[in-house]
């Protein structure tokens, strides 16, 4: 499959601060690729790579095989794009940002820029600075995805917002989906839009990736089994495999790497048994691989 | 931090550190030079009014002018919106309004009254003047604490905020002038503004008390319609025709009419100033002088927000990712800023050179320049007299533009450091040449050395100016900002503009008086060049970190 997105080995520092460190990645034409990570992992760190905001300084970058820096023009106009500080000129009023907006892209679809501003009810005459939030997110979503853009990159687009914005982007995604090519690459560390829309997600923790691929793939090599023991416990065993436990007392929960197999035969010499086992969320994978487990201290 | 006093002086003390040090440093200079003249034995005064003023003057009123905006949340406040300028943040704080309101005004006044006591008592006065002692420190604690209740109190229409402050300080300054003149005693002066400090407390209180539960007064349906016919007016309905085009549509909502608006605010001021003067003509002379200097004057503060890539904040300097996205190269993002400030500079000087000739008529002083047109005429022949009023005129036209333009590679790079740096070198050189020039007017040998050695300092000059060019040059190339066809077309008008520039002084000025190689040198340094071709290199800079 052809890449638009090629991340090579990038490391990247602030001060004494690792933003990234040697991160790979690859976003192929027509994926809807989500970026996971905490507060501060790096997602917007590489993001900013990717739209040229920042200089590959160490490794590099190339989008659509060109590197974003040396020619933004033809990088930029390819592609949409969603800021999380929600940035639009306050003294702009909607119509004059569409307008302004519009001269940047050759393919700017005029009709679809005002089914956008129908849907989302915006007032062609109120000032960017008048309007909500939710509002000023919505019509920066417009400006991002009026010109067909064949990559669009969301960071935190959904950030703050109310439900019904919420609702308003994911279907912007859904809508870009649709369209034949299109590629999607967002940040979110609301896991549940990202499992709902993403078809490859990448996990950074601490400028590293944590864990990346298919979406359907990542959830179908881990399990979430749910385990009852005889007696009271207060730490879960140390069971080759698992990648953190959850509960307490008799009834323990955890997300395996792999089959159930080696934990059913480890949980039954503790005298316990697995009375549930399902296909874990994305949410909890990514509490698994990037989150401090419940109780660290195992009983060996 | 043990209480909400402490944090505010520490918040205060942290935000501010470089400021108040540099304050710190130039009050120990103050104190350093005139224990340096005690030692003497013989006291050095600033018996010139200029050396005192700039040595002294000055930098005290730039200090409390700091002080304002410091402790009255100046720096990170919308002065010209309607709410509150009093940090929103504040609000949460489990203190009473009171204390809200009285700290920082507690800590400002305190500040400014030690700012004119160590002026007091640490610069060299004038031997002939005799300097009050505690009234203008308390007259310096009452425009701020009124500065602080009137800048935080919430307002019905945007920009009413700095009409009413404005008008307060003016009110002030009436009422201690004219007791001043009327000779009141030091008694009577602290009777008249003691009073002033609680009750701006009060209105302080009851402003921080307003805005903290959200009470902000909105009148602007009055003037809905007129924003409605501004808008109308200034609504483009057609399309941009290019990305290029849109941009400089950008810039020029953005900065355009700063420089227009600020000269216009001004004209009326200054050329009223020609009727009040009508029967002097020195006066009359000096007024059109300072009419025409008064765009490129303007420029230099226009300046500092045309370059600033990033106007939401005043913190910021970095591009907005809005501007750093649009997909445009940055010498295109750069060359709509450089269209907009040539529009910029015309509209101003259309509008002197529209006005000019209405005051002149309106006032009756149109005679007076009518007469010296002639004399210089008669003086010099017609066509030098015309291509000399021209070239005066191109001349303010061009330093008008260069102002504008000339700290754009500073201000795009988007460092705080570099900015604020830049600001203090620029000040330190400015005060060191008016000290130094101070000292070369009072050597007559020194004047004649430098005069001898005056054309080797353009050539210095000039090889600096050349050196930086090549190396912008070379940075341009290497970066592919710029095509090598462009940059050859670059050089190539550069070369024009100089040659024509070095012509015209041949033809007009005495080669006797000065040689051809010195006014090569005029025309090398007066064409801009390296500062103007690096700001493409340092949007890159900003654009992409």
Aim: aromatic share 10%; net charge positive.
């Amino acid at each position: 499959m052809e890449s638009v997105i090629n991340v090579s080995e990038l490391t990247r520092r602030f001060g004494a601060t690792k933003a990234l460190a040697s991160v790979s990645l690859s976003v192929t034409r027509g994926a809807v690729h989500g970026l996971v990570g905490a507060n501060g992992a790096g997602k917007t760190t590489l993001i900013k790579h990717v739209l040229g905001l920042l200089r590959a300084k160490s490794g590099s970058v190339r989008v659509f095989g060109l590197d974003p820096v040396a020619e933004p023009v033809a990088v930029l106009s390819r592609i949409g794009y969603l800021s999380e500080e929600k940035d639009l000129p306050e003294w702009m009023r909607v119509d004059e940002l569409i307008r302004y907006s519009r001269a940047f892209y050759p393919a700017w679809d005029e009709v679809y820029a005002e089914e956008l501003r129908q849907t989302f009810a915006l007032d062609p005459t109120t000032k960017i600075r008048n309007l909500s939030r939710g509002q000023k997110a919505q019509a920066g979503l417009l400006i991002a995805l009026a010109h067909r853009p064949e990559l669009l990159v969301l960071d935190e687009p959904s950030s703050g917002l109310d439900p019904i914005v919420r609702r308003d982007i994911l279907g912007a995604i859904i809508r870009t989906i649709a369209s034949e090519g299109r590629t999607v690459l967002f940040s979110s560390h609301l896991l549940a839009e990202v499992e709902q829309v993403a078809d490859h997600v990448t996990m950074i923790d601490q400028g590293r990736i944590a864990q990346s691929g298919p979406m359907e793939a990542l959830k179908e090599s881990y399990r979430c089994v749910t385990v009852r023991f005889a007696e009271p416990r207060p730490r879960p065993p140390d069971v080759a495999g698992v990648l953190c436990w959850d509960g307490g007392d008799r009834e323990w929960t955890a997300v395996v790497h792999g089959d159930s197999g080696e934990l059913d035969g480890a949980v039954a010499n503790w005298g316990g048994r697995v009375v549930a086992e399902r296909a874990p969320s994305l949410e909890e994978l990514f509490i698994a691989h990037v989150g401090t487990p419940a109780d660290p201290a195992r009983e060996a | 931090m043990r209480s909400h006093a402490a944090a505010v002086a520490w918040e205060f003390r942290q935000r501010h550190r470089w400021g108040l040090i540099a304050v710190a440093c130039y009050l120990l200079a103050l104190a350093t030079f005139k224990l340096l003249s005690l030692e003497r034995g013989q006291p050095i005064t600033f018996d010139d009014e200029q050396t005192f003023a700039f040595a002294v003057i000055v930098p005290s009123a730039t200090a409390f002018m700091y002080f304002l905006a410091v402790f009255s949340f100046g720096f990170a406040g919308d002065l010209a919106g309607r709410q509150s300028i009093y940090p929103a943040r504040m609000f949460t704080l489990p203190a009473t309004s009171g204390a809200l309101a009285g700290w920082p005004m507690l800590y400002g006044t305190v500040a400014v009254a030690i700012l004119w006591l160590a002026t007091r008592f640490l610069a060299a006065w004038p031997s002939d003047l005799d300097v009050p002692l505690i009234w203008p420190a308390l007259l310096a604690a009452v425009f701020l604490a009124w500065t602080q209740a009137l800048t935080w109190m919430p307002y019905a229409l945007p920009g009413l905020r700095v009409i009413v402050t404005v008008l307060m300080m003016i009110l002030i300054d009436i009422v201690i002038f004219t007791a001043h003149d009327s000779k009141a005693s030091e008694v009577v002066m602290l009777a008249i503004l003691a009073p002033n400090i609680p009750l701006a407390y009060l209105v302080a209180r009851f402003a921080v008390a307003r805005a903290r539960r959200g009470d902000v007064p909105d009148r602007r349906r009055i003037f809905a319609r007129i924003g409605r016919i501004a808008d109308l007016l200034s609504r483009r309905r057609d399309r941009f025709r290019s990305p290029a085009s849109a941009q400089a549509w950008f810039e020029r909502r953005r900065h355009g009419r700063s420089l227009p608006a600020l000269v216009g605010i001004l004209l009326p001021f200054e050329l009223f100033l020609l009727f009040l003067f009508r029967d002097t003509p020195v006066l009359v002379f000096e007024t059109l002088c300072a009419v025409l200097l008064t765009p490129p004057f303007m420029a230099v503060f226009v300046a500092a927000t045309v370059s600033k890539p990033n106007l939401n904040g005043s913190d910021s300097y970095g591009v907005t990712p809005f501007i750093a996205t649009r997909p445009l190269t940055s010498v295109s993002l750069v060359t709509a800023k450089l269209k907009v400030t040539i529009w910029s500079t015309l509209a101003t000087w259309l509008l002197v050179i529209v006005t000019i000739p209405l005051a002149l008529r309106i006032f009756g002083t149109s005679p007076m320049v009518i007469e010296w047109t002639q004399k210089l005429v008669e003086a010099v022949g017609t066509p030098r007299a015309v291509v000399i009023v021209l070239l005066g005129f191109s001349a303010l036209m061009a330093s008008t533009w260069k102002q504008l333009v000339q700290s754009l590679c500073i201000g795009m790079s988007g460092r705080a450091w570099l900015v604020k740096g830049s600001v203090f070198l620029a000040l330190s050189l400015l005060t060191i040449m008016v000290l130094l020039a101070q000292w070369v007017f009072e050597n007559s040998g020194v004047i004649v050395t430098l005069l001898d050695a005056f054309p080797w300092i353009l050539a210095v000059l000039v090889c600096f100016k050349i050196s930086a060019a090549a190396w912008v040059a070379m940075r341009l190339h290497d970066s592919r900002l710029l095509s090598d066809r462009t940059l050859v077309i670059g050089a190539l008008c550069w070369n024009v503009a100089v040659f024509a520039l070095f012509g015209l002084l041949v033809w007009l000025l005495p080669t006797v008086l000065f040689r051809s190689h010195f006014l090569a040198l005029v025309a090398i340094l007066a064409i801009p060049l390296a500062r103007l071709s690096a700001a493409p290199l340092a949007l890159s800079w900003n654009r992409h970190r």
